[in-house]
């Protein structure tokens, strides 16, 4: 009897153990299932297809089209705030390539220079007369003309000669007795450039000549003629301007950000259009100290031999200099194709796992082009991988899921950047007082374009625009008067374009000059609305300003007229 207790509790024993191996494990497999399905639907987000930076944790409607929210993505799990999951299907039909980020990545050794071949202003030279007179005959009359030292040039009549000639007459009879006197007169015409074969010729032939020819003191190529046959000359009037084109300059534009590439002694091979199979060896004789303002340029020279002719005044060259990159164990070099650029900003897209296509958007600090790339001096470490192709696609698969991207930034960081432009501004009561005036003109002007009425918008552009060019703004401070001149050079486009399109192009720029200046005015006769549209301005973002806070949109009138919201309210005072 006790035998079978025994085995009756040994069995139930077996049979609760095992009932809690199958079954047990069974419900917290399907316990942990639920808890991950309530996780991953607690953390279900909301977003609008057309304004991918609306983040809700809840379905419902666009807060700024009206448009239904979509489910975003949740399968991208343990990435970051701003990374973002691409497809292989997606990297392959987009033909997206990456590449390791290193010093030796971009072959680029070369800095390629445009010029033009110049004169040597060194070896021009004038050709002047020494005597005053009437030019009776040209024998070089257009530019162009070889002319070589001693070879004829002209010939004048010069009552100056005349005389001079008369006197070497008379003191050649008296040059036993006044040697001195004869000496003197000699010495006259040598300094006319009269040769001694010309004096002893008219002394031996005791016959005073009328015509005087002229003998060339310079060999060159006629740059310039400056007289004519009939024309009455004095005495050191220029004939013609001569250019020896046996040495020629070479003169190259240098960008500012080039400048540190090249340096006084540098080799540089120069090529011509002209030649394109031959290189001309030479050295940077000259480096320009000044900047042109204009072109952000300075010149760099060099001298070309030119013995046969070759090079010609005008013709366009390219020079190519060796950068002897000495710091390539820790400079990086990325290629263009890689970057983007909004403005102030540029950014790359960075691979961050290297089994997996997840990219994050990475803000870098640009320093010289060398060809197809560019150094990089912040922002990436070798060794991390960037799309070097494709890159725009990138861009806009990380709008499509929310994540920051090229249009879309930091909204915090450019908040504060915008402060700071903003901040510490110090306008001028009789300033404030003015400008204010100004501003009915400007809602006339928004007005204008909500109605897409583009010679209206020309109409107030041009009213607001006489009205700013009267305020005295010779108490404004630099980052002011900034501000002030490009509201009024963006009235002026507006006024100069009728159409939409470009009015509307400035309408954006002059509201972000408009805003820094309208938030530091002391004092408000109407509550101001800053409202903005995160479509306009190729989806970058504009903002206007609005008395009303109703939304009516200046960047698509109709076609989207309440697309927009209030970032800020100026209330008056």
Not at 51 to 80: A, F, K, R, V, W
Not at 170 to 187: G, M
Request: overall charge neutral.
């Amino acid at each position: 009897m006790k035998k079978n207790i025994v085995y009756i509790g040994i069995a139930l024993l077996t049979g609760l153990l095992l009932g809690y191996l199958i079954f047990g494990r069974n419900t917290s497999k399907e316990a942990e299932v639920a808890h991950a399905h309530n996780k991953e639907v607690s953390d279900q987000t909301w977003t609008c297809s057309m304004h991918p930076q609306i983040m809700q944790s809840e379905s419902g409607d666009c807060p700024i089209c009206g448009m239904d929210l979509i489910p975003t993505e949740t399968n991208d799990y343990g990435l970051s705030a701003d990374q973002f999951k691409m497809t292989e299907n997606a990297i392959a039909l987009a033909n997206i390539q990456t590449s390791i980020v290193g010093g030796i990545m971009v072959n680029s050794e070369e800095l390629k220079l445009s010029g033009k071949i110049k004169e040597n202003e060194e070896a021009n030279t004038a050709q002047v007369t020494h005597f005053s007179g009437r030019m009776e005959k040209l024998f070089v009359n257009s530019v162009g003309e070889q002319v070589d030292k001693g070879q004829a040039i002209a010939t004048i009549y010069s009552p100056e000669l005349v005389a001079a000639q008369q006197e070497l007459l008379t003191a050649s009879k008296l040059k036993k007795n006044q040697p001195e006197l004869y000496k003197a007169v000699r010495n006259k015409l040598k300094l006319r450039k009269l040769s001694e074969k010309q004096i002893n010729q008219i002394e031996s032939s005791g016959e005073i000549k009328e015509t005087f020819t002229l003998y060339s003191h310079v060999s060159g190529v006629v740059s310039q003629k400056m007289v004519e046959e009939g024309n009455h000359i004095d005495r050191g009037q220029i004939l013609y301007r001569m250019t020896n084109l046996s040495t020629v300059w070479a003169s190259f534009d240098v960008y500012e950000n080039q400048i540190g590439l090249i340096k006084k002694g540098q080799s540089i091979k120069v090529k011509t259009n002209a030649y394109p199979n031959e290189n001309f060896d030479a050295t940077i004789s000259f480096i320009d100290p000044i900047l042109n303002a204009t072109t952000r340029t300075i010149t760099a020279r060099a001298v070309l031999k030119n013995s046969n002719s070759i090079f010609k005044p005008g013709m366009f060259v390219e020079g190519i200099i060796s950068v002897n990159n000495a710091e390539s164990n820790t400079t990086i070099l990325i290629p263009k194709s890689s970057i983007l650029w909004t403005g102030e900003r540029s950014v790359v897209y960075v691979k961050t796992q290297s089994d997996q296509a997840v990219f994050e958007i990475r803000e870098v600090i640009l320093g010289d082009s060398k060809g197809d790339s560019y150094l990089i001096l912040e922002g990436l470490k070798k060794g991390e991988e960037i799309v070097t192709n494709g890159t725009f696609t990138v861009d806009a698969a990380a709008q499509l899921q929310g994540k920051k991207s090229m249009m879309q930034r930091n909204k915090i960081t450019d908040k504060v950047n915008d402060e700071e432009k903003i901040r510490g501004m110090n306008l001028p009561n009789s300033f404030q007082k003015e400008f204010a005036a100004n501003l009915s003109a400007y809602f006339l002007l928004k007005n204008a374009l909500v109605a897409s009425n583009p010679n209206n918008a020309s109409l107030f552009s041009e009213r607001m625009l006489r009205g700013l060019k009267t305020i005295n703004t010779s108490e404004l401070q630099k980052k002011e008067l900034h501000n002030v001149n490009m509201i009024i050079q963006n009235l002026e486009g507006m006024v100069d374009k009728e159409d939409l399109k470009d009015q509307r192009e400035h309408f954006v720029m002059l509201n972000e000059s408009l805003e820094a200046l309208i938030k530091n005015l002391g004092t408000l006769s109407d509550t101001i609305y800053i409202q903005k549209c995160p479509m306009a301005n190729s989806n970058k973002g504009a903002i206007w300003l609005s008395k009303e806070e109703e939304i009516r949109n200046p960047y698509f009138g109709d076609q989207m007229l309440t697309c927009g919201s209030v970032i800020e309210t100026l209330s008056k005072n």
